[in-house]
């Protein structure tokens, strides 16, 4: 059984960097077929993906926040991680790391099979 579990400051100040881990159980991040999401949820906008990469390392982004994430791994410790700079308090939302299935990248971007329980993270002074 695959488990996820998102872990983080739940207060990030504007203007500073969001960093939040997300540790893996029962899979090896590197295994075949499987990719790794952030996903974020907040009232005023819903389920927003936010990139993801792939048991290869590959990576891809949301293009609207492109330019501010980035997405790494730790294969020795399991662990996924997602930085958000510049941060805003339209940042504030739900972070959730998904697990998603496939053989290509139309699979792994629409086959979301494993779900943390989400960490919120507020944008505030």
């Known amino acids: 059984q695959v488990q996820l579990q998102e872990s983080g400051p739940g207060l990030v100040s504007p203007s500073q960097t969001l960093s939040l881990t997300c540790s893996v159980e029962g899979i090896r991040i590197t295994d075949s077929d499987y990719s790794w999401n952030w996903i974020r949820q907040s009232p005023g906008r819903g389920m927003e993906w936010m990139g993801i990469?792939?048991?290869?390392?590959?990576?891809n982004y949301n293009p609207s926040l492109e330019s501010r994430t980035t997405i790494s791994r730790d294969t020795s410790r399991n662990q996924l991680f997602l930085q958000l700079a510049s941060v805003t308090p339209d940042d504030t939302a739900v972070y959730y790391c998904?697990?998603?299935?496939?053989?290509?990248?139309?699979?792994?971007?629409?086959?979301?099979?494993?779900w943390g329980q989400g960490t919120q993270v507020t944008t505030s002074s």
């Open positions: 990469i792939t048991n290869l390392g590959e990576k």
């Open positions: 998904v697990g998603s299935q496939g053989a290509n990248w139309e699979e792994y971007l629409h086959n979301f099979t494993s």
